[in-house]
């Protein structure tokens, strides 16, 4: 059985919330992963997507927290100590809503502190409350280098582990990256493709992503978790319908693991 699974896309255009989680049930995925932004300006929001799934007999395996300010936490002062309370208070309704592995970014936009013990001080808070709570947290490769080195070399707790972007790898670092030194620590993938333009989302194989070589790279450092698409509906895909594109989208997260299997 396919063990695949898929983003509730907040960025998909023309379609809701409500319609993208119908079209990637309809189209065969048992998996998701929702995106806990604290958007405001939903008419079916985060709580609302969480429980549409379960209804629909979708397994959120983890939700992505959002990342507007994370650059304050590496920031002396009121504002980083803020964004450290939030994530914490984020921590308890995973709890409740009994989601037991979040994603996070370190950095947002191009430029950002540089990492330093303010920050890690309030990382570590974060990731003691989660581990309290039976939580993992995989942090993110993003458009910074150096920050998952940083926080994973000095935290090495066992709730703690990385999401690998395989995108952004190809858009920001063209495909460098010192895989094995997070061996056994992949928890989560976020899979798309792009052609190093920038960070595109398109489906996999219509970007320059060699899949035989990141594939087998997360296999060697032994990722054993669901091939995770991160999709967006928009650019030409708005020439067939929502139900087509995740129809589609399934059809190469099958071929995906299909590769993974063989590497």
């Not at 002062?77 to 809503?97: N, P």
């Not at 999401?163 to 858009?171: I, K, L, P």
């Not at 997070?182 to 920038?198: E, L, Q």
């Not at 035989?212 to 995770?228: Q, V």
């Given at each position: 059985?396919?063990?695949?699974?898929?983003?509730?896309?907040?960025?998909?255009?023309?379609?809701?919330?409500?319609?993208?989680?119908?079209?990637?049930?309809?189209?065969?995925f048992k998996n998701v992963f929702i995106q806990y932004y604290h958007r405001n300006n939903l008419e079916?929001?985060?709580?609302?997507?969480?429980?549409?799934?379960?209804?629909?007999?979708?397994?959120?395996?983890?939700?992505?927290?959002?990342?507007?300010?994370?650059?304050?936490?590496?920031?002396?002062?009121?504002?980083?100590?803020?964004?450290?309370?939030?994530?914490?208070?984020?921590?308890?309704?995973?709890?409740?809503?009994?989601?037991?592995?979040?994603?996070?970014?370190?950095?947002?936009?191009?430029?950002?502190?540089?990492?330093?013990?303010?920050?890690?001080?309030?990382?570590?808070?974060?990731?003691?409350?989660?581990?309290?709570?039976?939580?993992?947290?995989?942090?993110?490769?993003?458009?910074?280098?150096?920050?998952?080195?940083?926080?994973?070399?000095?935290?090495?707790?066992?709730?703690?582990?990385?999401?690998?972007?395989?995108?952004?790898?190809?858009?920001?670092?063209?495909?460098?990256?010192?895989?094995?030194?997070?061996?056994?620590?992949?928890?989560?993938?976020?899979?798309?493709?792009?052609?190093?333009?920038?960070?595109?989302?398109?489906?996999?194989?219509?970007?320059?992503?060699?899949?035989?070589?990141?594939?087998?790279?997360?296999?060697?450092?032994?990722?054993?978790?669901?091939?995770?698409?991160?999709?967006?509906?928009?650019?030409?895909?708005?020439?067939?319908?929502?139900?087509?594109?995740?129809?589609?989208?399934?059809?190469?997260?099958?071929?995906?693991?299909e590769i993974y299997n063989k590497c």
């Amino acid at each position: 059985m396919s063990n695949l699974a898929v983003c509730v896309q907040y960025d998909n255009e023309n379609v809701s919330p409500k319609e993208t989680i119908n079209a990637i049930k309809n189209a065969g995925f048992k998996n998701v992963f929702i995106q806990y932004y604290h958007r405001n300006n939903l008419e079916f929001d985060e709580l609302e997507q969480i429980d549409y799934c379960r209804k629909l007999g979708l397994n959120i395996i983890f939700c992505h927290l959002g990342y507007k300010n994370i650059n304050e936490i590496w920031i002396d002062g009121k504002a980083g100590e803020k964004v450290t309370d939030d994530y914490i208070k984020d921590l308890q309704l995973m709890s409740e809503k009994q989601i037991y592995m979040v994603v996070m970014h370190l950095t947002t936009h191009k430029e950002s502190p540089m990492y330093n013990e303010i920050g890690l001080e309030r990382i570590k808070r974060i990731v003691k409350y989660a581990k309290e709570l039976g939580i993992k947290i995989a942090f993110e490769n993003t458009r910074k280098q150096g920050y998952l080195e940083y926080v994973l070399e000095n935290i090495k707790d066992d709730n703690v582990g990385i999401c690998f972007d395989v995108g952004h790898c190809h858009a920001y670092f063209n495909d460098k990256f010192n895989y094995e030194l997070f061996k056994d620590r992949y928890f989560a993938v976020h899979i798309h493709d792009n052609d190093k333009s920038g960070d595109l989302h398109l489906l996999p194989f219509d970007g320059t992503i060699d899949w035989n070589n990141a594939l087998s790279k997360l296999k060697e450092n032994n990722y054993d978790g669901p091939i995770t698409l991160e999709l967006c509906y928009r650019y030409d895909y708005l020439n067939q319908s929502i139900d087509e594109f995740y129809k589609e989208g399934y059809k190469r997260g099958i071929k995906l693991e299909e590769i993974y299997n063989k590497c």
